[in-house]
Protein backbone atom coordinates (compact mmCIF):
# COMPACT_ATOMS: atom_id res chain seq x y z
CA UNK A 1 0.00 0.00 0.00
CA UNK A 2 1.47 3.51 -0.84
CA UNK A 3 1.82 6.07 1.36
CA UNK A 4 -0.07 9.25 1.73
CA UNK A 5 1.63 11.51 -0.47
CA UNK A 6 2.11 15.23 1.93
CA UNK A 7 2.19 18.06 -0.30
CA UNK A 8 2.73 21.71 0.36
CA UNK A 9 1.80 24.16 -1.95
CA UNK A 10 2.62 28.19 -1.53
CA UNK A 11 0.51 30.54 -3.66
CA UNK A 12 -0.49 34.20 -3.11
CA UNK A 13 -4.18 34.01 -4.61
CA UNK A 14 -6.53 32.75 -2.48
CA UNK A 15 -8.95 31.37 -5.52
CA UNK A 16 -5.83 29.06 -6.61
CA UNK A 17 -5.53 28.29 -3.23
CA UNK A 18 -9.21 27.02 -3.17
CA UNK A 19 -9.25 25.51 -6.42
CA UNK A 20 -6.34 23.47 -5.54
CA UNK A 21 -8.07 22.01 -2.35
CA UNK A 22 -10.51 20.74 -4.45
CA UNK A 23 -8.44 19.67 -7.28
CA UNK A 24 -6.56 17.73 -4.65
CA UNK A 25 -9.95 16.79 -3.16
CA UNK A 26 -10.17 14.18 -5.99
CA UNK A 27 -7.35 12.13 -4.12
CA UNK A 28 -8.24 12.11 -0.35
CA UNK A 29 -6.87 8.26 -0.55
CA UNK A 30 -3.24 9.13 -2.15
CA UNK A 31 -2.52 12.82 -1.11
CA UNK A 32 -2.72 14.95 1.40
CA UNK A 33 -2.16 19.29 0.87
CA UNK A 34 -1.15 21.65 3.23
CA UNK A 35 -1.54 24.83 2.08
CA UNK A 36 -0.16 28.78 2.54
CA UNK A 37 -0.74 32.18 1.19
CA UNK A 38 3.04 33.57 1.01
CA UNK A 39 6.79 32.22 1.41
CA UNK A 40 7.45 33.55 5.03
CA UNK A 41 4.59 31.61 6.28
CA UNK A 42 5.68 28.28 4.80
CA UNK A 43 9.27 28.50 5.14
CA UNK A 44 8.36 29.26 9.23
CA UNK A 45 6.19 26.00 8.84
CA UNK A 46 8.66 24.18 7.40
CA UNK A 47 11.44 25.43 10.27
CA UNK A 48 9.13 24.18 12.86
CA UNK A 49 11.27 21.49 15.15
CA UNK A 50 10.04 17.98 15.41
CA UNK A 51 7.51 18.40 12.00
CA UNK A 52 6.81 15.59 9.65
CA UNK A 53 8.45 17.63 6.29
CA UNK A 54 6.27 17.39 3.05
CA UNK A 55 6.97 15.39 -0.12
CA UNK A 56 6.69 17.56 -2.34
CA UNK A 57 6.62 21.50 -2.22
CA UNK A 58 4.76 23.09 -4.87
CA UNK A 59 5.52 27.06 -5.56
CA UNK A 60 3.26 29.53 -7.50
CA UNK A 61 6.05 32.16 -8.77
CA UNK A 62 4.69 35.63 -8.43
CA UNK A 63 3.81 36.47 -5.14
CA UNK A 64 4.14 39.50 -3.13
CA UNK A 65 6.91 39.90 -0.21
CA UNK A 66 8.93 37.07 -1.35
CA UNK A 67 8.59 35.12 -4.68
CA UNK A 68 8.47 31.74 -5.49
CA UNK A 69 12.08 31.68 -6.63
CA UNK A 70 12.96 33.34 -3.22
CA UNK A 71 11.10 30.57 -1.39
CA UNK A 72 13.31 28.16 -3.43
CA UNK A 73 16.41 29.66 -2.62
CA UNK A 74 15.99 29.94 0.85
CA UNK A 75 14.74 26.47 1.01
CA UNK A 76 17.90 25.17 -1.37
CA UNK A 77 20.31 27.24 1.28
CA UNK A 78 18.88 25.47 4.35
CA UNK A 79 20.42 22.17 5.05
CA UNK A 80 17.62 20.44 7.13
CA UNK A 81 15.14 21.53 3.53
CA UNK A 82 17.52 20.97 0.59
CA UNK A 83 16.94 17.96 -0.15
CA UNK A 84 12.84 18.54 -0.73
CA UNK A 85 11.63 17.79 -4.19
CA UNK A 86 10.45 21.46 -5.28
CA UNK A 87 7.85 22.42 -8.12
CA UNK A 88 7.17 25.55 -9.65
CA UNK A 89 3.49 25.90 -10.50
CA UNK A 90 3.09 28.96 -11.99
CA UNK A 91 0.97 31.20 -15.05
CA UNK A 92 3.91 32.43 -16.42
CA UNK A 93 5.54 30.50 -19.24
CA UNK A 94 8.07 33.57 -19.38
CA UNK A 95 11.47 31.48 -21.13
CA UNK A 96 13.43 33.45 -18.65
CA UNK A 97 11.36 32.60 -15.24
CA UNK A 98 11.84 29.12 -16.53
CA UNK A 99 15.31 29.19 -16.52
CA UNK A 100 15.97 30.63 -13.35
CA UNK A 101 13.58 28.10 -11.72
CA UNK A 102 15.88 25.13 -12.83
CA UNK A 103 18.91 27.08 -11.86
CA UNK A 104 17.63 27.72 -8.77
CA UNK A 105 17.69 23.71 -8.80
CA UNK A 106 13.31 23.34 -9.30
CA UNK A 107 12.56 19.79 -9.61
CA UNK A 108 9.98 20.82 -12.70
CA UNK A 109 8.25 23.32 -13.73
CA UNK A 110 4.57 23.41 -14.40
CA UNK A 111 3.10 26.23 -16.13
CA UNK A 112 -0.79 26.10 -14.95
CA UNK A 113 -4.40 25.41 -16.81
CA UNK A 114 -5.98 27.75 -17.58
CA UNK A 115 -9.26 25.77 -16.92
CA UNK A 116 -10.62 23.95 -14.22
CA UNK A 117 -10.96 20.93 -15.86
CA UNK A 118 -7.33 20.72 -17.44
CA UNK A 119 -5.93 22.37 -13.88
CA UNK A 120 -8.17 18.68 -12.03
CA UNK A 121 -6.63 16.82 -15.21
CA UNK A 122 -3.09 18.68 -14.10
CA UNK A 123 -3.37 18.14 -10.75
CA UNK A 124 -4.18 13.87 -11.40
CA UNK A 125 -1.20 13.64 -13.53
CA UNK A 126 0.68 15.46 -10.96
CA UNK A 127 -0.33 12.72 -7.76
CA UNK A 128 0.33 9.90 -10.12
CA UNK A 129 3.96 11.04 -10.93
CA UNK A 130 5.25 11.27 -7.07
CA UNK A 131 3.13 8.69 -5.64
CA UNK A 132 5.16 6.64 -8.58
CA UNK A 133 8.59 8.34 -6.87
CA UNK A 134 10.56 6.38 -4.64
CA UNK A 135 10.40 9.28 -1.71
CA UNK A 136 12.90 9.60 1.60
CA UNK A 137 10.97 8.44 4.64
CA UNK A 138 9.24 11.22 6.49
CA UNK A 139 11.28 12.72 9.01
CA UNK A 140 9.96 13.54 12.49
Known amino acids: MK ?5 LL ?3 NHHDLELASIAFDEHPQSARLITFPDGRSAL ?15 LDLHMPGMSGLEVLEAIRADPLLQYLPVVILSTSADAG ?9 ANSYMVKQPEFTLFVAQIDHFV ?8 PPPSV
Open 3 to 7: RLLSV
Open 10 to 12: VDD
Open 44 to 58: AHLRTPDLSLPDVIV
Open 97 to 105: DIRRAYQLF
Open 128 to 135: AYWQGCQL
